[in-house]
């Protein structure tokens, strides 16, 4: 079953308990989370989560863009996180090893994401116990940027990849989603759907939602 996941990011920060109630007929929140470092921009961190955990009861789908996620993983999951996604770019294969476990240890489920330059292979040491693979359609760090149609070759292998090694695996995409191009990243194999602008800048935001469903 495909799911929608509205991002906050293109929300109005100030009106984020009103925002996050207009997108309740969407299936999972997607929260980003940006450091400055990893990508340019900064963006929302553990106090707003935290915050947000207490106005919704939705699946807290929180995309950590931050450098050695390792540092953050107990806080988050504190916070009330259900899954977090770590980038495979953020830091050496301990630190992501790690990252994973703290996860277990905190019992949220555990997401590993990719830049649109990393290969889809990167995925294979860690794919075994994974809830999900992100894969990014847009460069991080901003909303309301243009899909990357080249990711949808990505999105086919990483499919590939989840049917061999853990076929209970998610795959999200991220980035330029809307109605044209989330039927491209479905048919290539994604089942999750996040979408910022094309949500939030819709003048209904759950007619988006139901459109994106398909
Ligand atoms: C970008 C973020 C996305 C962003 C997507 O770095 O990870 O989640 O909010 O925004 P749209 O859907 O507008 O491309
Ligand atoms: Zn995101």
Same mark, same amino acid.
């Given at each position: 079953?495909?799911?929608?996941?509205?991002?906050?990011?293109?929300?109005?920060?100030?009106?984020?308990?009103?925002?996050?109630?207009?997108?309740?007929?969407?299936?999972?929140?997607?929260?980003?989370?940006?450091?400055?470092?990893?990508?340019?921009?900064?963006?929302?961190?553990?106090?707003?989560?935290?915050?947000?955990?207490?106005?919704?009861?939705?699946?807290?789908?929180?995309?950590?863009?931050?450098?050695?996620?390792?540092?953050?993983?107990?806080?988050?999951?504190?916070?009330?996180?259900?899954?977090?996604?770590?980038? %495979? @770019?953020? &830091? *050496?294969?301990?630190?992501?090893?790690? =990252?994973? $476990?703290?996860?277990? #240890?905190?019992?949220?489920?555990?997401?590993?994401?990719?830049?649109?330059?990393?290969?889809?292979?990167?995925?294979?040491?860690?794919?075994?116990?994974?809830?999900?693979?992100?894969?990014?359609?847009?460069?991080?760090?901003?909303?309301?940027?243009?899909?990357?149609?080249?990711?949808?070759?990505?999105?086919?292998?990483?499919?590939?990849?989840?049917?061999?090694?853990?076929?209970?695996?998610? %795959? @999200?995409? &991220? *980035?330029?989603?809307?109605?044209?191009? =989330?039927? $491209?990243?479905?048919? #290539?194999?994604?089942?999750?759907?996040?979408?910022?602008?094309?949500?939030?800048?819709?003048?209904?935001?759950?007619?988006?939602?139901?459109?994106?469903?398909?």
């Amino acid at each position: 079953m495909i799911k929608i996941a509205p991002s906050i990011l293109s929300a109005d920060f100030a009106n984020l308990e009103r925002d996050i109630k207009r997108v309740s007929s969407a299936d999972w929140l997607h929260v980003d989370v940006m450091d400055g470092m990893f990508v340019p921009n900064i963006s929302i961190g553990i106090p707003v989560v935290k915050s947000i955990r207490k106005c919704t009861d939705m699946f807290l789908d929180v995309h950590l863009m931050i450098e050695k996620p390792v540092r953050y993983v107990e806080a988050f999951a504190k916070a009330g996180a259900d899954l977090l996604s770590i980038h %495979l @770019e953020a &830091d *050496g294969p301990s630190g992501i090893s790690e =990252a994973l $476990r703290l996860m277990d #240890a905190c019992g949220v489920k555990k997401a590993v994401a990719l830049r649109p330059i990393t290969s889809p292979k990167a995925v294979i040491p860690y794919l075994e116990q994974l809830d999900m693979v992100l894969v990014m359609t847009v460069e991080p760090g901003f909303g309301g940027q243009s899909f990357m149609a080249d990711q949808l070759d990505t999105v086919a292998q990483i499919r590939s990849l989840i049917q061999q090694y853990n076929p209970a695996c998610r %795959l @999200e995409v &991220d *980035g330029g989603i809307n109605t044209e191009t =989330a039927r $491209r990243a479905v048919t #290539a194999g994604a089942d999750t759907l996040v979408a910022g602008s094309a949500v939030y800048g819709a003048a209904d935001p759950a007619m988006a939602i139901s459109a994106l469903r398909g």
